[in-house]
């Protein structure tokens, strides 16, 4: 994973592309593989619980909001062409 963010390390297009990729493969687990291996019963389920509450819960992938990137102190909305 490294290799690949080396790889596009100043292409912001490349690395964009790279994490919606990252968002992709997230979705397909969560809805695929994770669902199918939840356990069945009440008791195995409340332990898995337990364990993703005491390991950092639920792996979520935070979208930067459009305004924060707009806030970068070298982006002025005013200056054509940037």
Do not use: C, T
Not at 8 to 13: M, V
Not at 26 to 54: K, V
């Amino acid at each position: 994973m490294q290799a690949l963010v080396a790889d596009r390390r100043d292409d912001s297009a490349g690395l964009l592309e790279l994490l919606r990729e990252l968002e992709r493969f997230h979705r397909q687990i969560e809805q695929g593989p994770f669902r199918e291996s939840l356990p069945d019963g009440r008791n195995a389920l409340y332990q898995l619980l337990q364990d993703m509450e005491r390991s950092g819960g639920w792996p979520y992938i935070p979208r930067p909001r459009l305004r924060s990137l707009l806030k970068r102190p070298e982006f002025s909305p005013d200056q054509p062409g940037q």
